[in-house]
T-cell receptor, first 114, second 110 residues
Framework: GAGVSQSPSNKVTEKGKDVELRCDPI?????LYWYRQSLGQGLEFLIY????????KSGLPSDRFSAERTGGSVSTLTIQRTQQEDSAVYLC????????????FGPGTRLLVL | QQQVKQSPQSLIVQKGGISIINCAYE??????FPWYQQFPGKGPALLIA?????SEKKEGRFTISFNKSAKQFSLHIMDSQPGDSATYFC?????????FGKGTSLLVTP
């Protein structure tokens, strides 16, 4: 079946602009996660959704970052007023439920802020 | 701070050799320890995972060794192949969020 898909695959934006990154999880997966992968920091957890609710937003680096999930499926990560340090690969993952199950990752969105 | 420390940062192994990657953690609440493999341009993919009630888990050429008292775990790749050349990440989780090591870039030479 189809895996996790993310769009766009690449995004170049200017400092100060807002960007939206989209994630389509595997059908039927109730848990959805966002991670950020950067050269200096490795892979960092950002946010976790169970259904449409986000019980853990602790990894979001600033209030410029927000995420939502609708219909228990698609999720959007929004970065407002982008900064150069936001340049990274943003990875989405999903799992059938949440606790200690395999997380299936998408290919990521490569964000470059000029 | 980095909750999972991974070493080495890079590793070169000859075809047929054994690749060994080590990780250490401090948080005793961690009770799920997966290893992920990542190829360039792709997302990480689960390779093998272990829970702390066992000391070793083997799947094909891949083995995780786990030492709960030392809070360390390692990945052994037996009979390493050029197709194993990738970046490997260890991770640890108390529930859902994965805390990743910084990764090991493995190159297996022919």
């Amino acid at each position: 079946g189809a895996g996790v898909s993310q769009s766009p695959s690449n995004k170049v934006t200017e400092k100060g602009k807002d960007v939206e990154l989209r994630c389509d999880p595997i059908s039927g997966h109730t848990a959805l996660y966002w991670y950020r992968q950067s050269l200096g920091q490795g892979l960092e957890f950002l946010i976790y959704f169970q259904g449409n609710s986000a019980p853990d937003k602790s990894g979001l680096p600033s209030d410029r970052f927000s995420a939502e999930r609708t219909g228990g499926s698609v999720s959007t990560l929004t970065i407002q007023r982008t900064q150069q340090e936001d340049s990274a690969v943003y990875l989405c993952a999903s799992s059938p439920q949440a606790v200690q199950e395999t997380q299936y990752f998408g290919p990521g969105t490569r964000l470059l802020v000029l | 701070q980095q909750q999972v420390k991974q070493s080495p940062q890079s590793l070169i192994v000859q075809k047929g050799g054994i690749s060994i990657i080590n990780c250490a953690y401090e948080n005793t609440a961690f009770d799920y320890f997966p290893w992920y493999q990542q190829f360039p341009g792709k997302g990480p993919a689960l390779l093998i995972a272990i829970r702390p009630d066992v000391s070793e888990k083997k799947e094909g050429r891949f083995t995780i060794s786990f030492n709960k008292s030392a809070k360390q775990f390692s990945l052994h790749i037996m009979d390493s192949q050029p197709g194993d050349s990738a970046t490997y990440f260890c991770a640890a989780s108390p529930g859902y969020a994965l805390n990743f090591g910084k990764g090991t870039s493995l190159l297996v030479t022919p």
